[in-house]
């Protein structure tokens, strides 16, 4: 007969843990849970059990927190996003603002002056420029767990046809998504739009596991100057099905500048190495940032939260306290948004980063904007910034690095203690591996400022800059 899983009573949450977890003590071991926030008194069934550690699930709340309020979005608890919607907003800041100073000081070890303050986003809601969608013939339908507050009843129905996301940790099963809050709501007209000629046409949904199915994914990004694209990905290339729902988009929403399609038949979704169609208006769009115009195609990379890439910017250009006369390196520079936002402000940039399109991009947002003191180069971070590279270019005066969520490769960090900048302006999105490499390059370099900023509102996620400079 198998055990049953053993239920705590009256456990208070007293913190937030990595990865927006939320953080008990039971005898002296710590326990995880989720849909939960730091004040709550609640029962939890115990589902794992490791040495120092416990983890479970809500099944019943004997007090709500004063730090609670409810989700707006009435999918909270199922799509497995924004799961912070429960936590007051002015203590989502406080927990990343402490998540940054814990990794410093607590974890790292790191002498540090005065942190700043957390630039907190202005719009929690719809602050997104990019999502994307999965049509499947396999809808969710699961309640959420206790504590969600998601408002949506089960619903049996003969209709198993959807457009969201996926279920965490199903990979064939798609959550039916009504409204989501993530980006401007002519988003959710579109989509919504499209579930009904889908349905009114008979248009099949795809079948991830019998690969087969007419709808495939759905990609929509919009700009802060009212530029909008969208991306419908088909399995097969029926001419006739395409042209009939892509025109039936094109005259219901005129404010789409940019409607393409993809005829993927992979097994995987990427559409990184498919050909991009142009059904009507360009096969981009353009964002705006001081004078700046950045172009954006279907494959580009562009921050998805347009109004806080704005300040990040900023503090990366004011950390990096140029003077017109210095030498850039801009590591992991994507597609160049940074470098070109700074180039005015110095001598020359060079930056580097591994996507070849992504160099394209940014060489392209260069000749757009008349900039020509840039240089670009694809390849492996460690494999391109080497000795032979730095003498062909020139030692820098000031290092900009925003490297994946992973840190920077040790031979990187090596090859910028052995440029020596004056300055590096070090942006990370997980402040673990930023704490890591900014210990590894404590050889030589002193931290003097760190701007926390809040890129995603609703989840544990925090941007975090660090200015470090040369030790004298």
Known sequence: ?????PILENIIIIDVAAEGKALAKVDEKVLFTQYSVPGDVVDI???KKKSNYLEGRVINFKKYSNERVDAACEHFGVCG????????YEKQIFYKQKQVVDNLTRIGKIELPEIQPIIDAKDIYFYRNKLEFTFS???????????AYCNTPLQETENMNAVGFH??????KVLDIKKCWLQDDISNQIRNEIRSYAFANNLTFFDLRKQEGFLRTLMIRNTTIGELMVVLVFFYNDKTLINNILEHLKNTFPQITSLLYVVNEKRNDTITDQKINIFHGKDHIFEEMEGLRFKIGAKSFYQTNSNQAYELYKIVRNF???????????LYTGTGTIANFIAKNCKKVIGI?????????AKENSKINKIDNTLFFAGDMKDVLNRSFIENYGKPDVIITDPPRAGMH???????LFCEPQRVVYVSCNPATQTRDLQLLNEKYQVTAVQPIDMFPHTHHVENVVKLELKK
Do not use: H
């Open 353 to 361: 980063e591994y996507v070849p399109e992504a160099i394209e991009d």
């Open 45 to 47: 069934q115990i589902v």
């Open 320 to 330: 990096a306290q140029l003077t017109d006369n210095e030498l850039v390196y801009d």
């Open 167 to 172: 279920i965490p940790g199903m990979f064939d």
């Open 1 to 5: 007969m198998k055990k049953s899983l």
């Open 137 to 147: 013939n396999r809808k969710w339908l699961t309640e959420p767990p206790v504590g």
């Open 410 to 416: 040790d031979d990187v960090i090596k090859q910028i």
């Open 81 to 88: 996003g924004c799961k912070w919607q429960i936590l007051l």
